[in-house]
């Protein structure tokens, strides 16, 4: 028994013959392109009508890469950010070295110019540090008695009197500075010649010039300088310059506020004035016993 479409769909061409001859048109026309180029034309327009069709079409496709560029770009920028900043903290840091190494470098210079015009023996010592006793203005120089220092020995800087030494040990050495309320130094007014004695400060980072009568010849910027009269400064290192004169309130004197001329306070290497021990006389020559005595007859 037989089984296929109803009468109503067996109706025209079967489907093979219509495989046959579009199979048969689609070689004629390959075959007829080939030669004469006839269908050219019909290809170009037909690239030209469907060129905006396939470009809407593309637009998902390159939207999708403008983002994953987008994202990479960024990734890549902050990378490379990231590598600038490191860059230039390193270059900070350098530029920061090599300028304090300069700055250092001109005050060694200026320490050294300072020493040549010394007429004592000096000594240049490094700063270590700064004692921890929060009452005190004290520093500890790397240098001790093996070099040759001893208490009370000045320490100066290029300008001035920075502090004195106050106890020695074997390789270090303690230096209390002008700015101590314990420190005392006499000093000398260059414009007038006038003497006084200078003393840590009450106002940190000063010095007060004491016992002085409120009608004295003192003027704002005066510069004061060692008078040499203790025997430890020697005469005319700078020390101070005045900063006011408060008139006398309530004793005789008048109270005049100073500030340190040297670097007291901003040194990585100081000075140290080394005292040259004084010489002994020589003992006095034994007498030659007279002729004639204490010998044979």
Do not use: C, W
Not at 38 to 44: I, K, P, S
Not at 61 to 86: C, I, M, T
Not at 213 to 229: M, W
């Amino acid at each position: 028994m037989e089984y296929g479409p109803p009468p109503l769909f067996n109706q025209g061409v079967s489907a093979r013959a219509r495989l046959a001859f579009f199979s048969f048109l689609a070689i004629a026309l390959i075959v007829i392109d080939s030669r004469i180029r006839v269908l050219e034309t019909v290809r170009v327009g037909v690239g030209i009508a469907l060129y905006p069709v396939q470009q809407v079409l593309l637009i998902p496709s390159r939207a999708f890469g403008a983002v994953g560029d987008y994202f990479a770009n960024v990734a890549s920028l902050q990378r490379e950010n990231e590598q600038l900043k490191q860059a230039a903290l390193a270059n900070a840091q350098s530029l920061q070295q090599a300028r304090d190494l300069a700055v250092e470098n001109e005050r060694l210079r200026k320490l050294l110019g300072a020493k040549e015009r010394l007429p004592n023996a000096s000594l240049l010592a490094a700063v270590l540090y700064e004692t921890r006793d929060r009452f005190a203005r004290k520093i500890v120089l790397h240098a001790g008695s093996n070099e040759g220092v001893r208490a009370g020995s000045p320490v100066i800087d290029d300008v001035g009197v920075v502090g004195q030494v106050t106890r020695v040990f074997r390789d270090t050495s303690e230096v209390t500075l002008l700015t101590d309320k314990d420190q005392t130094i006499p000093v000398q007014i260059v414009r007038n010649g006038l003497r006084g004695v200078a003393y840590g400060g009450a106002e940190p980072g000063t010095l007060d010039l004491r016992f002085m009568a409120p009608n004295a010849d003192l003027v704002k910027d005066d510069i004061a300088v060692t008078s040499g009269l203790d025997g430890v400064y020697p005469p005319g290192l700078a020390v101070a310059r005045v900063e006011r004169m408060e008139p006398a309130t309530t004793d005789q004197f008048a109270r005049v506020v100073m500030t340190p001329l040297a670097g007291v306070e901003s040194h990585k290497h100081l000075l140290v004035l080394l005292a040259e021990p004084a010489r002994l006389p020589a003992p006095p020559a034994a007498a030659a016993p007279a002729p004639g005595k204490g010998g044979r007859r």
